[in-house]
């Protein structure tokens, strides 16, 4: 209980670990400093410091009084419109403006989204692909009784058989394609996992287990038939069924899709 708590709590916004630097950050917005002094500390934090400073940063910045005050909100949205703002802060800039609870700038926030997004869905989870946990990935991955990602899906000697084996899933997609994967599930089938119905352009239907996607058409197993390579240039319509991997959007937070798919980016050993 020092008569002035500031001068060490800057000391500890200074340390060589990044752990104490973070803990010294949460206890600024605990002290009784100038919130105008405080602000200016929390920007140069968001401006220069490791990503998760400027991640607590961020959050500590929505639970000021007064916070949707702050014209620093104009310049993080303004970042954010022009492509400015890293992926690894997106998230936490999200959680702040609610925390304000401004529905002014809830408002901005969301219009901003919606056209630089332009309405894709890939686009509006950018900020999962940078800045996430392994560590609570790998819970997640294992432990989130919701989520039941091992109840499916294989990995090392564990897991299901439901959906593909995980083992080397780095090595083969990119980590947009895994995000893609866990938010909307449908739209990428796993070889050997994805039913596809297929109208060809001479009036028959094939339907088939869609088991390798090639340059120039798709490879079927169709019922006890070997596989069957149907020309793309003779299919004039294609469905894929829905896939039985639940969507993630609708059980995990941005939070936890972004920590999930930091762990499943570093599955890059092969299954042996």
Same mark, same amino acid.
């Given at each position: ?42 920007? *140069?934090? &968001? =401006?220069?410091?490791? /990503?998760?400073?400027?991640?607590? !940063? %961020?959050? @500590? ?5 007064? +916070? ?41 926030? *969301?219009? &901003? =989204?919606?056209?630089? /997004?332009?309405?894709?869905?890939? !686009? %509006?989870? @950018? ?5 996430? +946990? ?139």
């Amino acid at each position: 209980k020092p008569d002035s708590i500031l001068d060490h709590i800057e000391l500890a916004m200074k340390d060589n670990s990044r752990a104490v630097r973070v803990v010294g950050l949460d206890l600024l917005t605990k002290t009784d400093i100038s919130q105008d002094l405080m602000v200016n500390l929390l920007q *140069d934090v &968001i =401006q220069n410091r490791t /990503t998760a400073e400027k991640q607590a !940063a %961020l959050l @500590s910045l929505g639970n000021l009084e007064n +916070s949707a005050e702050l014209p620093i909100w104009n310049t993080l949205l303004d970042d954010l419109s022009k492509n400015k703002l890293p992926k690894e802060v997106m998230i936490e800039l999200e959680e702040a403006i609610d925390a304000t609870n401004s529905a002014e700038l809830r408002a901005n926030y *969301d219009k &901003i =989204q919606e056209t630089r /997004t332009n309405g894709d869905l890939v !686009a %509006l989870y @950018s900020g999962a692909l940078e800045g996430g +946990s392994v560590r609570a990935g790998r819970n997640i991955f294992f432990q989130n009784q919701t989520a039941q990602c091992i109840r499916c899906h294989g990995y090392d000697d564990m897991g299901g058989v439901a959906g593909p084996h995980l083992n080397g899933i780095a090595n083969r997609v990119t980590k947009t394609e895994l995000l893609e994967a866990l938010i909307d599930p449908s739209k990428r089938l796993a070889p050997g996992y994805g039913f596809v119905q297929l109208e060809l352009k001479d009036g028959t239907s094939v339907n088939g287990t869609l088991m390798e996607e090639k340059e120039d058409g798709l490879v079927l197993k169709v019922g006890a038939k070997p596989d069957t390579l149907i020309m793309n240039s003779s299919i004039a319509e294609r469905k894929n069924s829905p896939s039985s991997m639940p969507d993630m959007k609708a059980i995990l937070t941005k939070r936890e899709i972004r920590d999930l798919l930091s762990f499943l980016s570093t599955m890059d050993k092969e299954w042996e």
